[in-house]
């Protein structure tokens, strides 16, 4: 699909913390402070995430990680395409990655929150694409008009 290289990260490289910083400081502009759930740094460390990174050559190109919030339950966090890359299919085979290994780890579901504004409808269209529909807020997320809550049956078979 791609010559992108994605592989598990530990968040110690400069590049990843400059790409999560891109994230942070996007959601920002687009995003009221109370509507803000992308995750820094230290909470993407926790021991219920895994953090991946996408790479072409040398070039971190783009992430994205998936916390477990049941045995059969995941949720895409950090989505990011670094600014260079937009639109060159690094978020799908980011998203087909971890799409797999949801699968993998026996999830039966895998769902998201995103923004409901403008600048986020690329980031919906993409989840659209692959098979995720509108849901209500999950796990702790509470209703909020800034959000869109997405899910995906992975039972349903390919993206």
């Not at 949720?75 to 998203?95: D, F, I, N, P, Y």
Request: aromatic residues 8%.
């Amino acid at each position: 699909m791609s010559d992108f290289r994605i592989r598990e990260d530990d968040l110690s490289g400069p590049e990843v913390a400059a790409l999560l910083q891109e994230h942070l400081d996007f959601v920002a502009v687009h995003s009221p402070p109370e509507s803000i759930h992308a995750l820094n740094l230290a909470a993407l460390r926790a021991p219920d995430l895994t953090f991946w990174t996408a790479w072409q050559g040398s070039e971190l190109v783009g992430c994205g990680a998936l916390r477990e919030l049941s045995a059969t339950h995941g949720e895409l966090k950090s989505m990011r395409t670094a600014q260079a890359h937009l639109r060159k299919g690094v978020a799908a085979a980011l998203l087909e990655h971890l799409l797999r290994v949801a699968v993998d780890r026996g999830y039966r579901r895998v769902s998201l929150e995103t923004g409901s504004m403008e600048a986020f409808s690329p980031a919906r269209a993409l989840y659209a694409r692959f098979g995720f529909a509108p849901c209500g807020p999950f796990a702790s997320y509470g209703d909020d008009p800034n959000s869109v809550f997405m899910t995906r049956d992975l039972s349903t078979g390919s993206w």
